[in-house]
């Protein structure tokens, strides 16, 4: 180890201007870093903002083009879509989610027409789908693996005929990255790719999220007997590990700011491109604290973002794509 002693080595003469600064930074975020997640809704009309994520609208199909239309100008590389399913379309078996014209396929097909050079990933779980608002189906009021697995293929193949060019099983059932790798391959969609929400966590941090998809008031219960546990990171190992020997191209982690030192493990002991989330609470904090002044919340934004990169992210899943590429690319 190198003995650096002041007042030879003086750390702060490569802060002492923006110039030397930029110059001997270790990581750097880019607009290629970032997924833009986005709300989808039936009918027509004006976008609704979602109470709970100020900033953030379920956006109906006739305005999704435009929409995105921002962001297919800043170049951001990739789009993560929610439905918000109508009730009336939700049942105890999810099956909405295997509709080929449900939301989800119709966003699709829209969003590849107009925008054909942005990826678009497709949340795979029940729950946007679901009358109970879990990410499987119930057997005796228990999440049942299998049968919610042959579900989740079904719903990945039909959203990659749809035009998803990234399926992202959100569920946490165990196999079921290898039951889709294999039903997309049969299918022909050998080339879509799958980004698996490997170390998913059961999380307070999820609920303005619930509250844009429909979801929230409508769950019994809890989704500990699947997400995984707070306290647990090596037990976050074994679930990339065996998503990764089952064929998935990326993972994630989720969420995001509470769980870095989880990314930071992923990506050392993996060789594997490693995605997180920064989920609608973490993003309900920052703009909450803002609007308050008790942040600036530009720097926040960038901070945070930063801090992703810092952890070991190849990309980030973030309310704030769009405001962040703004700032990027001024």
């Not at 607009?31 to 976008?47: H, K, M, N, Y």
């Not at 829209?110 to 119930?138: C, R, S």
């Not at 720097?299 to 899943?317: D, N, P, Q, V």
Request: hydrophobic share 45%; with cysteine.
């Amino acid at each position: 180890m190198i003995n650096r002693t002041f007042p030879a080595t003086r750390l702060r003469r490569n802060r002492h201007d923006d110039a030397t600064r930029r110059l001997v930074a270790e990581n750097k975020l880019s607009v290629d870093d970032l997924i833009w997640p986005i709300f989808i809704r039936e009918g027509t009309g004006a976008a609704e903002e979602v109470a709970s994520m100020p900033g953030v609208f379920r956006t109906a199909l006739d305005g999704l083009a435009r929409h995105v239309e921002e962001a297919a100008s800043l170049n951001i590389p990739a789009l993560a879509l929610f439905p918000a399913t109508p009730r009336e379309h939700k049942d105890a078996e999810g099956t909405e989610a295997l509709n080929p014209d449900n939301l989800m396929c119709r966003a699709a097909r829209i969003l590849k027409k107009e925008y054909p050079h942005i990826a678009l990933v497709g949340d795979v779980a029940l729950d946007p789908y679901t009358d109970h608002g879990h990410d499987g189906v119930l057997r005796d009021g228990y999440v049942h693996n299998e049968d919610s697995v042959k579900i989740l293929v079904a719903q990945a193949v039909n959203q990659a005929a749809a035009g998803i060019d990234i399926i992202a099983p959100s569920d946490m059932m165990d196999g079921r990255i290898g039951a889709i790798r294999a039903g997309l391959d049969e299918s022909g969609f050998i080339n879509t790719r799958i980004m698996s929400y490997a170390a998913k966590y059961a999380s307070a941090f999820y609920g303005p999220f619930r509250d844009a998809i429909g979801s929230g008031g409508a769950l019994k219960g809890d989704k500990k007997t699947y997400q995984m546990n707070p306290a647990n990171a090596e037990e976050a190992l074994a679930e990339v590990a065996m998503d990764i020997a089952e064929g998935a191209d990326m993972v994630m982690v989720k969420p995001g700011m509470p769980y870095l030192d989880i990314v930071r493990l992923v990506k050392q002991r993996f060789e594997m491109p490693v995605f997180a989330y920064q989920v609608s609470g973490e993003y309900a904090m920052i703009v909450a604290a803002a609007r308050n002044g008790w942040l600036d919340h530009d720097r926040a934004m960038m901070e945070s973002l930063l801090g992703f990169k810092r952890a070991g992210c190849s990309g980030i899943l973030t309310y704030f794509a769009v405001g962040a590429a703004k700032r990027l690319s001024a």
